[in-house]
């Protein structure tokens, strides 16, 4: 199983971003995608899931600005990130997993394959 995150990038406060999730070895349409973000010098922390159903689930710090989706067909998950703050900086991780979205945003199960992460800088 490989995972790519893409879409990172250098934005100004209050901009967006659209982070991709390619996942190829495995039919996507089974497992929770779950998205994490790694501040510099802080531990990984989950930021988003969405459920094999389609059910989403978001951290505190993201509601209302981040929305998680997922396209079986292709075998993506996204991430669109908006008003976007200077603590949102970080590398941002997705992983794929025959789990509850509840226990990966926890990290009360740890993803066994992250794959490569993208960077994202907040900053004026």
């Known amino acids: 199983v490989q995972l790519q995150a893409s879409g990172g990038g250098s934005v100004q406060p209050g901009g967006s971003l659209r982070l991709s999730c390619e996942v190829s070895?495995?039919?996507?349409?089974?497992?929770?995608i779950a998205w994490y973000h790694q501040a510099p010098g802080k531990e990984r922390e989950g930021v988003s899931c969405?459920?094999?159903?389609?059910?989403?689930e978001y951290a505190d710090s993201v509601k209302g600005r981040f929305a998680i989706s997922r396209d079986n067909a292709k075998n993506m998950g996204y991430l669109q990130m908006n008003s976007l703050k200077p603590t949102d900086t970080g590398v941002y991780s997705c992983?794929?997993?025959?789990?509850?979205?509840?226990?990966?945003?926890?990290?009360?199960?740890?993803?066994?394959?992250w794959g490569r992460g993208t960077l994202v800088t907040v900053s004026s």
């Open positions: 969405i459920s094999a159903a389609g059910t989403t």
């Open positions: 070895g495995l039919s996507l349409r089974h497992y929770a």
């Open positions: 992983a794929a997993e025959l789990a509850r979205c509840d226990h990966l945003l926890t990290l009360y199960i740890r993803p066994g394959n």
